[in-house]
């Protein structure tokens, strides 16, 4: 059983043989999630010469915190699972001459962002991946448990059309995503909300690094969708500036790579340049043809439009959001977890070491085809048909109560205010008071899994006590 339709769960499915009886489970709408909004692309080696370099460029942006060696599989990989995709028949933009067209991202030392459909990437890939599902999918089914016993996992609980009831299986790959619907602003899918972070919490499962938290720089935050609109690094990579109210070009008082600096410096940046000016900062775009910019960056231009703006011509206000979960369940090259027998855990949920403390951009749908190939071939490699199923008892706990939706608001709050792109220590030991105080209300089983997540993160966060790579902490006390 694969829980979660994004780019792992789907790709993880491409791997297993029509013959293993396989169910895909979704929370939402199968494209509700993060893979299906992606727009920069695919990060991969360009050439067997690019391997080295790919590898220094995650490992200098993750701040020496990466396993290298999962890193240098990562690139090396990575090339297959490229060519594994075309092979299946998806197709990456190119040229006229039909060689395939690289761009470049921040932090990058190459062009090797592979794209489709311009800024489509997630979606087009997300399509070409449904398409090629040969299992069964159930959607609308919220995983709110998973079942283990003796250090073997046997299945999980999911509420479905009004009713809790558990799936049983002899594998099962936890594909669930990141943790987006924590924070007051983001960039995620409105299905991605922690669920399972917050069960592997309560089982007692290892997560780490769950202070590492991205926050994309460019968003457009003042729309009213809890979603908010990315506007992608490519943007960037290919010339578009960063500039105040008065047509400044500030960045550059912060670190000299100016717009083509990391995520976390850009975020952190633009989040002192407005503390201390209060003056608005916009993205301009400006420099980019119409007709070029509307073919390269479609899903931006169309989504802007619709929000009044006239691309490239007008500049778009900006703010950072959070973006990617880079900490997560701590697993080994094949996403298996210490202890617990019969489970994976793939894709962002997962923390492979990879990304060490800062995710290079595009690296993560490179990571979820990797290591989603990696669990799929252990799984054909492990599972045993003779395991005895076991019964589980439902739980009856209520997944939500009266005051739970209030609550789940004040939550993202302050964790966007007290454990967002600064932290000081007396904020996250506010917000950690406030949250073993809603801990023990009268309170949901959803929300509780969203605190014990945010617990987490404030944990770690409090622990680690210098600022590295995503995480930016200030302040002594
Ligand atoms: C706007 C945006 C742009 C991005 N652009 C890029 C990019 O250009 N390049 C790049 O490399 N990365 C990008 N990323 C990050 C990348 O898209 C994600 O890290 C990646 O797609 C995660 O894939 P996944 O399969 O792990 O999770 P997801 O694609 O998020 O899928 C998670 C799945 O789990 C399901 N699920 C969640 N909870 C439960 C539950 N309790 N029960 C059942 N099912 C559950 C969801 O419904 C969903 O189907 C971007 C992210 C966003 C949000």
Redo the contacts with the bound molecule.
Sequence with gaps: MI?????????ASMYLPKSMDTLV????Y?W????????????VASSKTDISLHVEDTLNAGDGHCNQDIVELMCIEGQNRIKDLMKFGFEFDKDSKGNLLYTK?AAHSTSR?L?AGGDA??REL?LFLMKNLKFPILYN????DILIKNNVCYG?E?FHDGKVFNIYAKKIVI????I?SLYEY????R??????HG?CYEHGIELRDMEMMQF?PTVFVKSRVV?KQ?L???LRGEGATIVDEDGNRFLFDYDKRGELSPRNVVSEALYEYHKKTNKDIYLDVSNFQENYFKKRFPTIYFNMKNSGFNLPKDKIPISPAF???IGGVKTDFNGKIDNIKDIYF?????STGAHGANRL????????LVF?QRAAKDIIKTISYNKKNRHFASSNEQLVKNGDKELKNELRNFMWQNAGIVRYKADLKKALNRVEEMLKLPIGKLIRLRLLTSRGIIKSALKREKSLGAHYIKGKN
């Design positions: 829980i979660g339709s994004g780019v792992a769960g789907l790709n489970v979704s929370k939402d199968a509700e999630c993060n893979t299906f909004f992606a727009q920069g692309g695919v990060a991202e962002i794209h990437t997630g997300h089914t919220q995983v709110v999980v999911v594909a669930s995503g990141g987006g983001h960039t995620n899918s299905s991605i909300s922690a669920d399972l069960i994309h979603r990315l992608s690094e490519s973006h990617y979960a793939i894709g962002e949920v997962a951009a595009s690296n993560s749908l490179l990571e979820g989603s």
